[in-house]
């Protein structure tokens, strides 16, 4: 029972933080076909703007995350204009802005070492203490952390099923050209997509910084797992990606706890190798039909 506890409360803990980077990651893929590979670079920014905002500017400790939202929305529109706006309707952007993201992502983690140096920081946007489950605690952290993530996953689904703007996202995911001759304005749509995933970028990276330290490469390895929970679940579908987080967490963190801690990770690519012999789609893909 004791190992039973470890695991669920482990899974859960990296769970929540791997289904809100893979969020973020799916929002982007399913909107605009694009592989951000600055991802792992706006959840540091999004750890950093929490810090900056309670350690250096004495808000509050739950401030952090809605200045994180802010900064992310932020970056994400940066992005855009700086380099997805040029590239869109290039014949090779599939391949070109993975490139041009690495190049971002590289730039944004240097000018972070440059300001916040590469000292290991801790997250202000934490809470201490947590429930008692026979010997095992289930923390006020990762209970913060699961609804966050719960609340990023639902507020995203109702934008793309409930709103004008997400119709136009979905519209111009399915098919460009047509959703152009319609009268939706495609670049307005890559912005709002940007800015959106920025958001949730910024709140997962708060999510990640509150249960390990926080550096300028903290990112590097939340944006591997959201790939792969993002292949597994099926590019660009958002509800699928969530679920699988969950899912791949706690395969993770059982294989960790029985068989020793350098096997979790194995495990995952192994798994995504079954998977993909399997349904080349994604477990919860479709073989046909749009993205999002």
Known sequence: MTG???????????GAIYAAAAIALAMVWGAMGMLNMAQGAFLAVGGYASFAVVSTLGFPWWMGLPAAIIVGAFIGACLYYSTVKWMYRAPSYDTNIVIATVGVAIVVENGLLKIFTAYAKRQPFHVDGGILLDTVTLRYQTLINTAVALILMLVVAWLLNRTRTGTAIRAVSLDREAAELMGVSVQKIYLQSMVIAGAIAGASGVLLTSVIPMSPYVGH???????????????????AAFAAAFILAWVETSVSFLAGARFGFPALLLLVIIVLLWRPYGLFGRSQGGRV
């Open 4 to 14: 039973f506890l470890v695991v669920f409360e482990s899974g859960l803990s990296q």
């Open 221 to 239: 390895d939340a944006l591997l797992k959201a790939a792969i929970i993002c292949v597994i679940a099926g590019l660009g579908n958002i509800p």
